[in-house]
């Protein structure tokens, strides 16, 4: 019903910036938070960033300073700004949309951060 695709994903050096796309579409309710999320093998997906309908973020803190979230929801896209990027931040992002009761990922893309 709901599809999520990625783009922007690739290799940045350390102290670099990146900016992630999830365009969302079919049966979309406007009343809804989207995020990223990240994993790095090995280990738990944890959250990046929130942001609600209605405009609320929220970030981990390790981002804090350093990521935006956005999004246009005439568009139902998403956007993920990553600067001052650092070797921890590698990992596969991923899109999530929630809205009850439904909860929807994309396929994720892979951010690597490198010298």
């Known amino acids: 019903q709901v599809q999520l695709v990625e783009s922007g994903g690739g290799l940045v050096q350390p102290g670099g910036s990146l900016r992630l796309s999830c365009a969302a579409s079919?049966?979309?309710?406007?009343?809804?938070?989207m995020g990223w999320y990240r994993q790095a093998p090995g280990s738990q997906r944890e959250l990046v960033a929130t942001l609600t309908s209605g405009g609320i973020p929220n970030y981990a803190d390790s981002v804090k300073g350093r990521f935006t979230i956005s999004r246009d929801n005439a568009k139902n896209t998403l956007y993920l700004q990553m600067g001052s990027l650092k070797p921890e931040d590698t990992a596969v992002y991923y899109c999530?949309?929630?809205?009850?009761?439904?909860?929807?990922w994309g396929q994720g893309t892979q951010v690597t951060v490198s010298s």
């Open positions: 079919g049966s979309i309710l406007s009343i809804n938070t």
């Open positions: 999530n949309l929630r809205s009850f009761p439904f909860n929807y």
